[in-house]
């Protein structure tokens, strides 16, 4: 079966989270959480379903982007394009034309991330892989220096040891996860202690608080939650590129006593150099020079900034090399549903590892999923229908959609 | 006079330069240069023309992303903007739902670039600026650890000292410039010879030459270009980011018999940490870390790829506090023209320094604008009309109008 893309569309899906403050951070204080999704149609019927996350504003330019891409897509079949995946993905990133706009970065790479996620989801419900196969699937361009194609081969080979003891594990308890959901910088404080005291009750033992507004109110809130969730859990916190260099350096001390994990992305994404202890890149370079520079304890894939599955099996295999523990931002729309696949990829297939490792949640937005994500007790539970998991009930697109759908309609103020 | 901003307009305007390979590198075989062009009106009747580069397909994207800036424009006065343009500038960069889809990279970015060019055309025709005034155009963001606003003030007042001395000076000689036009990868060997003698006799003594796509072919074509000029003209090589970092190495020492005084983005313009002697980046952060890290010896900037003016200031004070030479990238469409006014700006109100500096030249699409450069014996004559120089024609613009201006019906199966 060759499985011909015959047709890409793409729509402009937008959640109103601003309205309740969900997703506020000190850089992003009204994010309308948002996603531009598409599907592609095969000549079989076969679908695949893709996305990339976005906040609201400016999901129509990545709209316009993917389709764009689309006449790099339509046409081909997915035997075509899994046949040579490092050639596709060259050639949805290197288009001698609109590689200007990136190369493989902000707008044009969260375009190539929603088409190719949407290629892998069509992928997953046709075939298996093996370790030759996802090695093919990776451009090594710019990090052979790092990780070649043979290291690649090599680290994926040695973990086929054990792979169903960890096959068999993660289907019992499930990939460990901690939760953002309790303490949005936008939630007053007698919502973070009932979302703690609730979230306890679930069984989180994990919890991340955004900081960088006003010191004193971090504070404040911080004690709050250590106070709530006792020494023995863990806490992290997150500035979302809130600070300089040096201003970050005496908030965080005055934050030190709440003893955090970790500190998310401090300053701006782009200061290799700066005092970034774990960050959200945006392509394989950047993730590339944070594990030379011992730059980060920490590596936080994104499902949607990166450049798909193609982008994120480089990343993952550098850290392994390494011996960076991966723990996966998601949230948003859908980042939970997609990257619950490459982490359990990840524990199975290349660290066999969970010390230190865990994957964020956020509980929003999962109802408007055909398959959404299973937490049981804290953990991630395996996927099991077919696919990449980023399938929307139609009847939540069309209610959503931005701006005719019924929704923003009601908010045209928006 | 308040000049209040009443209408934005951008239009996607393309070049068919591709089909004489004008523009032609390892990385971009087929390039239409291309820019959204942008229009201000103001109540008063002034206008601000600026743009942002592309090389075709994707133009309408960043169109789109200019469309999606234009409502943080619209409705603010000039006197609004610039009592304030540090905020402005970042309103622009960091609004909380669009920042997500850079931040200050990418399409985005380009889209930042090309309206605040615009407001630097409609501000220089309306008035005068001092040090104090320049300062308060910076965002400091992430670069504090580098150059504070007290530091960049103080490079100014001292760089006041001589200030008349080189504006006389380059009223009367221009500005260093090298020429890149001889040199398309693209070109046949006939070509080559036939554009070096006519540039040698035009008074040209520095030449850049396109590599990367196939040593046999760069080592002849190098040659051939060092025969032609004689041992005494400098010879730059750029290799438009085609290798990967061990690549790089041993590519540029089969080269090195032909004396190249740089080469340029030999790898990802990401790898801070790899082999890049010199770059174009796409912010002041990566800009930062590459003067912090040593690793460029040149700093190329951009008009129309950092933010506009403000970050440009930035990129400045920070390369002659570190004491790097500036030497800036043009061509394109409309390049020589904005970055004129920065190079001049570098030598007469910063550096005071003409030692290894030079500003890129190529001879393409001067006739499309209002107020082409001059140049004169292999140097910028500096501009004399009021503005930033990127008004183009109605007429070109009209005519060039993607896809739906003649010369693009004529050429519809690009």
């Excluded at 499930?174 to 939760?179: D, R």
């Excluded at 049981?376 to 759908?405: I, T």
Aim: with cysteine; proline share 4%.
């Amino acid at each position: 079966m060759l499985h011909k893309i015959i047709n890409l569309t793409v729509r402009d899906v937008r959640f109103p989270t601003s309205l309740e403050q969900h997703g506020s951070d000190a850089m992003h204080s009204d994010p309308d959480y948002s996603a531009a999704y598409v599907v592609l149609d095969t000549d079989c019927g076969l679908k695949g379903f893709g996305l990339t996350f976005t906040l609201g504003k400016g999901t129509e330019i990545v709209v316009c982007a993917v389709k764009a891409l689309a006449g790099l897509v339509v046409g081909k079949s997915l035997q075509e394009i899994v046949s040579n995946f490092r050639g596709f993905y060259r050639l949805l990133t290197s288009d001698g034309q609109m590689r200007w706009l990136g190369p493989e970065k902000g707008v044009i790479h969260l375009a190539t991330a929603a088409v190719l996620n949407a290629v892998w989801d069509l992928w997953a419900r046709a075939e298996g892989k093996d370790p030759k196969r996802i090695v093919s699937c990776i451009d090594f361009r710019y990090i052979t220096d790092v990780l070649t194609e043979d290291e690649a081969l090599d680290i994926l080979v040695k973990a086929q040891e054990g792979r169903q003891q960890r096959e068999d594990q993660m289907l019992k308890e499930g990939y460990p996860a901690y939760t953002t959901s309790c303490a949005w910088l936008g939630y007053p404080d007698q919502q973070l202690k009932q979302l703690c005291t609730d979230a306890l009750k679930s069984g989180w033992t994990k919890f991340k608080v955004k900081v960088g507004a006003d010191l004193e109110d971090d504070v404040r809130r911080c004690r709050l939650i250590r106070q709530m969730i006792g020494p023995n859990n863990t806490l992290m916190i997150d500035a979302n590129q809130r600070w300089d260099v040096d201003e970050a350096i005496s908030w965080v001390s005055k934050l030190a006593e709440v003893k955090p994990l970790w500190i998310e992305e401090p300053t701006s994404p782009d200061d290799i150099l700066g005092h970034a202890t774990i960050a959200k890149c945006h392509n394989r370079v950047m993730f590339k020079q944070l594990l030379q520079a011992s730059a980060l304890q920490f590596v936080q894939i994104d499902s949607c900034r990166l450049g798909s599955v193609n982008e994120n099996l480089a990343v993952l295999l550098m850290a392994h090399k390494f011996q960076v523990p991966v723990c996966p931002h998601a949230g948003g729309v859908g980042l939970c549903e997609l990257v619950q696949h490459l982490i359990l990829f990840d524990y199975i297939c290349v660290s066999a590892n969970l010390s230190n490792r865990m994957c964020e949640y956020v509980d929003h937005l999962h109802e408007h999923f055909a398959n959404p994500v299973v937490i049981q007790d804290a953990h991630y539970m395996p996927p099991k229908d077919p696919g990449y998991s980023c399938e929307m009930l139609e009847s939540s697109v069309k209610r959503h959609q931005f701006p005719e759908g019924d929704v923003w309609k009601l908010h045209q103020n928006k």
